[in-house]
């Protein structure tokens, strides 16, 4: 694909034009194009790949899987594989043929030059589909993680820019994912953290959402904030969803799932031991 002189801009507020449309993202997603960046050739600055997933019933583009595309690219031009793009489309498909191509990630802080491009390209597999930028270089102290939607700006029949627009990213995740994610968008990092350290992450975030809502709740009887109706039916399900339990049964309940969890963790300690030990085993007998 050879360059355009269209200019590329850049809007970093959601569109208000455009309010229902959204995009969730897995973190496997992430951690794969995290994984591509790793392991990306010398010479490349950064990597793009495809995005696959599935458009909900409300509108919502729900990413779920990736896969990187080799692509050469420099000032005036950008090279994509198609036929190796192609080629993993194929294979994704056969084994999850309800995946389909919903956009495009790119590595990096926000959009350049190349992005109308390659974007162009992925407009003609899919009508309106999600740019996903993905800043593995940490620019602004964190992996910020941002998806946008194209529009092309016209002056009568001449097409003078490509503008990306910022949509909400739903990041949702499980606990284990999230601890996962946080570690990974980390700057530095010392080691991984156990299970017991990140089920004491998880407990000191649950107690942190708890005291904002304890204060929230006694802000709206002070009548100092507005009552929002929407958060309170979000308050009153959770409090609604909690098992009446005394707190000795709860405690027991606690305790014995953490005793199953450590045994689990022993015998897969002893497990990994034994196949150690008899893999060595074996490779003894055949040098004997």
Not at 104 to 127: D, K, M
Not at 261 to 268: E, F, G, I, R, V
Request: charged share 20%.
């Amino acid at each position: 694909m050879a360059a355009t002189d269209r200019t590329v801009l850049q809007c970093s507020s959601p569109s208000s034009s455009s309010p229902t449309l959204s995009a969730k993202v897995h973190p496997l997603v992430i951690f794969n194009i995290c994984d591509c960046y790793v392991r990306r050739p010398d010479q490349a600055e950064r990597v793009i790949g495809t995005l696959l997933g599935s458009v909900l019933p409300d509108g919502t583009i729900d990413i779920r899987n990736s896969y990187a595309v080799p692509h050469n690219e420099s000032v005036d031009q950008v090279a994509l594989d198609i036929e190796y793009h192609q080629n993993m489309l194929t294979s994704h498909q056969k084994v999850n043929p309800k995946e389909i191509i919903v956009g495009w990630y790119s590595t990096g802080l926000g959009v350049t030059g190349g992005s109308a491009l390659i974007h162009e390209f992925y407009s003609r597999e899919v009508p309106n589909p999600i740019h996903l930028t993905v800043d593995t270089g940490f620019t602004l102290g964190e992996g910020t993680i941002k998806a946008y939607v194209s529009n092309n700006l016209s002056l009568g029949d001449r097409q003078i820019a490509a503008q990306f627009q910022e949509i909400p990213l739903d990041l949702r995740m499980i606990e284990a994912e999230r601890i996962g994610f946080d570690t990974l968008k980390a700057t530095t990092v010392d080691k991984i953290p156990s299970d017991l350290e990140g089920m004491e992450a998880s407990m000191e975030h649950l107690l942190a959402l708890i005291d904002d809502m304890y204060k929230y709740v006694d802000d709206v009887v002070e009548r100092r904030v507005a009552p929002d109706n929407k958060i309170g039916r979000f308050i009153s399900d959770a409090v609604g969803s909690l098992p009446k339990l005394p707190p000795s049964a709860f405690d027991k309940l606690v305790n014995d799932s953490l005793q199953d969890h450590l045994l689990l963790l022993y015998l897969s300690s002893i497990t990994r031991t034994q196949l150690s030990l008899a893999e060595k085993l074996n490779t003894a007998a055949q040098i004997l």
